[in-house]
């Protein structure tokens, strides 16, 4: 089941033209959340948006958002879902903070295979 809010998710901001979306599952890694969710935006205003479609999308689909961090100045914004955890970041803080790299251990999932 998370696998297909995952994918409500990937769609959203896919939909928001989202850059290099990626889908961690970090279940055997972690106890923090089973899936991190990483998209890159270009701008303030598209990142903004990417966030509103992505909550927007997972509330229908009846998840609901337990936490924000960032706001509409933010560079990344951070929406905790429980065992999902959504990164929309700006290309310079995604460069700068790699998560990629910090969660090397945890498995790239293949949205289109869901």
Do not use: P
């Not at 991190?36 to 509330?59: H, P, V």
């Not at 803080?93 to 790299?101: G, V």
């Amino acid at each position: 089941m998370m696998e297909e809010y995952c994918k409500v998710a990937v769609a959203a901001l896919e939909d928001r033209k989202a850059e290099d979306v990626r889908v961690i599952d970090i279940r055997e890694v972690s106890t923090v959340a089973d899936y991190f969710i990483l998209a890159t935006g270009s701008n303030q205003n598209q990142i903004q948006a990417m966030r509103d479609a992505c909550d927007e999308a997972l509330y229908r689909a009846g998840m609901t958002v337990r936490q924000v961090e960032g706001n509409s100045n933010s560079t990344w914004i951070l929406m905790d879902y429980g065992d999902i955890i959504v990164h929309i970041f700006s290309r310079e803080d995604r460069l700068f903070y790699d998560l990629e790299r910090i969660w090397r251990d945890g498995k790239e999932v293949n949205i289109s295979e869901i």
